[in-house]
T-cell receptor
Framework: EAQVTQNPRYLITVTGKKLTVTCSQN?????MSWYRQDPGLGLRQIYY???????DKGDVPEGYKVSRKEKRNFPLILESPSPNQTSLYFC??????????FGPGTRLTVT | GENVEQHPSTLSVQEGDSAVIKCTYS??????FPWYKQELGKGPQLIID?????GEKKDQRIAVTLNKTAKHFSLHITETQPEDSAVYFC????????????FGSGTKLNVKP
């Protein structure tokens, strides 16, 4: 089954404690993205990757890092999380014709 | 960058009625306009999309129309059913960078049985 998986699904952490949210896709897509979803703001793109070792900033990259060492994986790293990064995060994989497939989401709370 | 505005933020209809959600965009060079449905606790799912060389596209009860001159596009759902209740998002990719996606703020559709 074609899918995008994210882990963990829920995470509560404290300010400043580094964390990583993993994302994996099994569709052999070159292009992947990370988004955050906040009430009233829709989804905002954090980072995207066009291929292995090729990443670029989206609209809201501050406070986040990404890496793309393998085609199937695209982890999101928060090196020093702050409360304003409390949000719902989605990973997406883009296939033919720019059609995006989203993961189930990771709800992050930073206290 | 691109600015996508979506209206209304909430929409309540009676089962069997039609629902229309509208979006406007700012970049006249944008050429890909997808619509997503997000059910509670799940990730957005692509339901229909349209490209700038097409004015309308239909898929069963769902249709999308695009007016390039006015820079707006709309989602039309006919014969609504309770399972259509969800949050719907529009999006656009700017002409300068097809790797970027800009989303509207979402419309919560409630279909009353």
């Amino acid at each position: 089954e074609a899918q995008v998986t994210q882990n963990p699904r829920y995470l509560i952490t404290v300010t400043g404690k580094k964390l990583t949210v993993t994302c994996s896709q099994n569709m052999n897509h070159e292009y992947m993205s990370w988004y955050r979803q906040d009430p009233g703001l829709g989804l905002r793109q954090i980072y995207y990757s066009m291929n292995v070792e090729v990443t670029d900033k989206g609209d809201v990259p501050e406070g986040y890092k990404v890496s793309r060492k393998e085609k199937r994986n695209f982890p999101l790293i928060l090196e020093s999380p702050s409360p304003n990064q409390t949000s719902l995060y989605f990973c997406a994989s883009t296939g033919v014709g720019l059609r995006q497939y989203f993961g189930p989401g990771t709800r992050l709370t930073v206290t | 960058g691109e600015n996508v505005e979506q209206h209304p933020s909430t929409l309540s209809v009676q089962e069997g009625d039609s629902a229309v959600i509208k979006c406007t965009y700012s970049d006249s060079a944008s050429n890909y306009f997808p619509w997503y449905k997000q059910e509670l606790g799940k990730g957005p799912q692509l339901i229909i999309d349209i490209r700038s060389n097409v004015g309308e596209k239909k898929d069963q009860r769902i249709a999308v129309t695009l007016n390039k001159t006015a820079k707006h596009f709309s989602l039309h759902i006919t014969e609504t059913q309770p399972e259509d209740s969800a949050v719907y998002f529009c999006a656009a990719t700017p002409g300068s960078n097809f790797n970027k996606f800009y989303f509207g703020s979402g419309t919560k559709l409630n279909v009353k049985p």
